[in-house]
């Protein structure tokens, strides 16, 4: 599953001077006024499957109510290319009138709303049902960056009980309108380094929690720490264990996410600085696949350096291949995103403009180097690698 995707986050952030911002990245690219163009490189490079789905905040307009006008014009040109959509349901932000993570109703609205989508457009199969729970409640919740904009564990916690839930219920309300949909989860895998040895228990303790999104996805089994841990902050018992109980792994792709900023290094009192990257995609990927034991999709990759990116994308693709020609079952490749983005450089904490050179191709829709390497690649692959889905079938009639 070759793929890429259009970078659609939309947070709120909070400015200096105390007002809210809705940082759109399909406004700051110009998605809006160029999804023909946007749609056409993806045909032009060779990829088949594209990660992209409607903005949330503007479609879900309040309970029962929808605005489908701007996603029946765009998916009806994906059918009519060809182009296979992972619909990406939920991505870092909710409708102003849900208000935020912390909303404990917000689960069940975005069900009913996952359900309309799946009964509108009977012919997608293939669902990112809420991209990067882990990162949306970390960013939101816990580092004051997005949002709801709190730094405390009780709110990380509340956040990411949201997130999973309505994940969760969102796939079983998919699966009520196409039994065969796959899901495909898109999660941002993260290591932890020990500085010292003194900082070898704060570091444990977060590579443990790294892991709380997918573990409630899948149901998991967490360590007493964690148990602990999201016992003291606000999570009941019935809760967790209604994660334990509801799960749909059997229906999943386990979607991974690596950037260069993925790793981190721990200082003894708890600091976190970047590290670069140290263990790369490979060894982390491998750490996820053995907790989970389930299929692998490699599903968002970029370089901010227009130079280096055909590099990183060699490194990355050669780590996928290592993974497969190594027993792990890697079902696809994607890098992220079609044209650059804007103000990923602070994170989308600020709305300064500011162009990254992270696509294939830049806002004016040509083809940076990478893009053209990436074709190539496409080209070369498509039909060298096992077409097996590893026991979950992935065809698409």
């Not at 079902?331 to 602070?346: K, N, P």
């Amino acid at each position: 599953m070759f793929a890429t995707g259009i970078e659609g986050s939309y947070p709120v952030i909070h400015l200096p001077d105390g007002s809210r911002r809705r940082i759109d990245e399909f406004a700051k690219c110009g998605h809006y006024e160029r999804w023909r163009e946007d749609f056409a490189l993806v045909k032009e490079l060779g990829i088949d499957f594209l990660r992209y789905g409607p903005p949330l905040y503007r479609t879900h307009a309040g309970p029962a109510r929808y605005d489908w006008a701007f996603a029946d014009e765009t998916f009806a040109e994906l059918q009519r290319l060809g182009i296979t959509p992972i619909v990406d349901l939920c991505h870092f932000g909710v409708p102003d009138w849900i208000g935020d993570f912390q909303n404990d109703d917000w689960p069940a609205y975005f069900a009913e709303y996952a359900r309309a989508f799946a009964k509108r457009f009977p012919w997608v199969r293939f669902y990112t049902p809420v991209n990067e729970i882990y990162i949306a409640a970390t960013f939101s919740a816990q580092y004051g960056w997005w949002n709801e904009c709190r730094s405390d564990d009780r709110s990380f916690v509340t956040a990411l009980r949201n997130l999973c839930k309505a994940n969760m219920l969102a796939m079983h309300a998919i699966l009520a309108e196409r039994d065969d949909a796959v899901f495909i989860q898109s999660e941002s895998s993260e290591y932890f380094h020990a500085e010292n040895p003194d900082a070898r228990t704060p570091a444990g303790l977060l590579n443990e929690k790294r892991f709380l999104a997918l573990d409630f996805t899948y149901g998991h089994s967490i360590d007493v720490t964690m148990y602990d841990y999201i016992l003291d902050n606000g999570m009941t018992r019935d809760q967790f264990h209604w994660f334990r109980n509801n799960h749909l792994v059997s229906r999943c792709i386990m979607g991974n996410d690596y950037y260069i900023t993925n790793e981190h290094l721990v200082h003894a009192d708890g600091r976190i600085e970047p590290s670069g990257e140290i263990f790369g995609y490979y060894v982390i990927t491998h750490q996820y696949y053995e907790r989970y034991r389930i299929p692998v999709m490699h599903t968002e990759t970029n370089l901010p350096d227009a130079k280096l990116a055909t590099s990183w994308l060699h490194k990355q693709w050669a780590n996928v291949h290592r993974l497969n020609q190594d027993g792990v079952p890697v079902l696809g490749f994607t890098w992220y995103s079609v044209t650059d983005q804007v103000d990923w450089d602070t994170t989308l904490r600020e709305d300064a403009g500011r162009v990254n050179p992270l696509g294939l191709a830049d806002l004016d829709r040509k083809l940076r180097p990478v893009g053209t390497a990436y074709r190539e690649l496409i080209a070369q692959w498509r039909d060298v690698l096992p077409s097996e889905a590893h026991g979950l079938d992935l065809r698409l009639s």
